[in-house]
């Protein structure tokens, strides 16, 4: 068993007026999702982009990530993005994007942008005991920069 997210469903933020944009358990109700947090092979397949997007390749679970969960926010029928979520999760994923290219800007400036100091941050924040929020966001840039250095021999 793993917790939740209420999605919205109890969020005091929505200013007076605005339509509370659920997401997450609020939005799905019963439905029933394949996507599984706790199934490594879902979770290697998960990607983020800079502008807080998270999308799998497998259609299936996109479908869920997407329409089942809303975890993209809202969008208007031409496909571009309309609002976040009530939680706020598109723009956590974009400031956990920021909080990567921050990592990474500081060890460019100190000259120590190398592929063992990433990992080293890397692992830092996984085996950190309170992890923070979007962690695993930030992680998947780190991972994808690492790799980059390894491929360069740095």
Excluded at 5 to 25: F, I, Q, Y
Excluded at 91 to 97: C, L
Excluded at 109 to 137: C, H, N, P, Y
Aim: net charge positive.
């Amino acid at each position: 068993m793993i917790g939740v997210c209420r999605g919205g469903a109890s969020s005091d933020d929505v200013a007076e007026g605005n339509k509370r944009e659920l997401c997450c358990d609020a939005y799905k109700g019963d439905e029933e999702i394949t996507i599984n947090p706790l199934n490594p092979a879902h979770m290697k397949l998960t990607k983020y982009t800079k502008d807080g997007v998270i999308y799998t390749s497998n259609p299936k679970l996109d479908e869920d990530i997407k329409e089942r969960l809303r975890l993209n926010g809202v969008f208007h029928s031409d496909g571009s993005f309309k609002c976040d979520t009530t939680t706020g999760l598109v723009k956590g994923r974009r400031d956990a994007y920021q909080k990567s290219r921050m990592i990474i800007e500081v060890l460019d400036r100190k000259r120590k942008l190398t592929s063992a100091a990433v990992r080293k941050q890397i692992d830092k924040m996984e085996q950190a005991e309170m992890r923070e929020e979007f962690v695993g966001v930030v992680v998947f840039f780190l991972e994808r920069k690492y790799k980059s250095l390894v491929s360069q021999g740095k």
